[in-house]
């Protein structure tokens, strides 16, 4: 837990105010993969002698890399002698990011109403790992977790001996997460591998679970790209398909009565809801930055699942959140760094989806890159580099 100070050549110190001694100082820093308790102080390498100086009186950013696109920003803390990093918070104020659920006897309940879950994780008890949403009152399997999108509550399975789970999501309320524009379990059939179309077009889908399914891991179906035909227990999502969102299942086991939980494309259009598109991952990394350029955090369209793929082979994911390490078919969904990281194993070169953009001025909040909460002690800041001027009294 320390920062990594480089001062930038050919700008070591600048002159600002000769009488009054005060100094320019451009310097670049690079964060750490555990952001400490209550800030960066001299003992943990922000210290004014690094610099020449006997005190430090501001930090300004000069800029800022794509990790961090903005979503993490500096503030000196002047009388505690201290930097802290701050959340760029105009959309990140709008989503819970790992809430822990206590769970008693296989049930416990969200602190909010959620709209739209976004990472799952049984993270304490008999079994733990990457959890996948299912309708609430379904037949629950291992490693699932039922919510009811109406109350909050979860139920998970029995056999798991599940104590805590941890979920990242959008509460309802925020922006057009508003229950008209939500639909909760419609009733699909689907077709024998030919597509069908849900009664609205999606923006985004949060399950699609196959009440006929042999067993509870085939109810609930993975998500999976455009490139191969859906397996069994896989289900392909065309978000756009003609201005419908069609449903392309497995012919040979799939083919059943389902619920499909999503929201409703239109009232997201002032989201930028997009038709989903396969993105590049880079050492195992997608930064969401790279893939949109609106400031805002991207929220994929597919609720904690991701349609990966290992060059061209399907590697159905479910997400877990920042603070969970991360394992096979379970990546790890960072909206405070804006991205999401798949276990090196897995090879993933590309994940396949849509998404929308929270910001500021669409939820009512503030501008975007307004600094509000601090970033959460614990928080991953590995490869944001960030380059500041520092103004400070030399020795």
């Known amino acids: 837990m320390a920062i990594t100070l480089k001062l930038v050549e050919g700008n070591k110190y600048q002159i600002l105010d000769k009488l009054a001694k005060n100094w320019v100082i451009f310097a670049r820093l690079n964060l750490d993969s555990s952001y400490p308790t209550n800030g960066y102080t001299s003992a943990l390498g922000f210290s004014p002698s690094i610099f020449g100086l006997k005190e430090i009186r501001g930090v300004s950013v000069v800029g800022i890399n794509g990790a961090a696109s903005g979503q993490v920003i500096p503030r000196y803390d002047y009388a505690a002698k201290k930097l802290l990093m701050l959340r760029a918070a105009d959309a990140l104020a709008n989503i819970i990011v790992e809430e822990t659920v206590t769970v008693a006897s296989n049930a416990g309940r969200l602190a909010n109403v959620p709209a739209y879950i976004l990472s799952c994780q049984i993270s304490a008890g008999g079994t733990t790992g990457a ?148 993105n590049n991952a880079t050492s195992s990394i997608i930064k969401y930055t790279s893939v949109n350029t609106v400031p805002g955090i991207l929220i994929p369209a597919f609720g904690t699942q991701h349609a990966a793929y290992a060059t061209n082979t399907d590697v159905p994911s479910n997400a877990m959140g920042p603070s969970a390490t991360v394992a096979a078919n379970s990546p790890l969904y960072d909206p405070v760094l804006n991205r999401i990281t798949f276990v090196s194993s897995d090879s993933i070169t590309r994940d396949e989806y849509g998404f929308v953009v929270l910001t500021g001025e669409v939820l009512g909040g503030v501008s975007p890159g307004t600094a509000q909460a601090e970033v959460p002690a614990g928080t991953n800041l590995s490869g944001v580099t960030i380059d500041v001027m520092i103004t400070g009294r030399p020795r």
């Open 131 to 278: 959890a996948k949403i299912v309708p609430v009152g379904s037949t629950v399997g291992s490693l699932q977790v039922a919510v009811n999108f109406l109350s909050g509550a979860i139920t998970t399975f029995s056999t798991d001996a599940a104590t805590a789970v941890k979920i990242t999501y959008i509460p309802l309320g925020v922006g057009p997460f508003v229950e008209a524009n939500r639909i909760v379990d419609e009733a699909v059939v689907l077709g024998n591998a030919a597509a069908v179309n849900l009664a609205n077009r999606a923006a985004l889908i949060q399950y699609v679970y196959n009440t006929s399914g042999a067993t509870a891991a085939l109810k609930s179906m993975d998500f999976v790209g455009v490139t191969n035909l859906p397996a069994s227990g896989q289900i392909y999502v065309d978000l756009n398909s003609s201005s419908n969102t069609a449903l392309l299942d497995n012919a040979a086991n799939n083919a059943g009565a389902a619920k499909v939980t999503y929201w409703k494309y239109t009232p997201f259009i002032q989201l930028g809801a997009t038709k989903q598109a396969s």
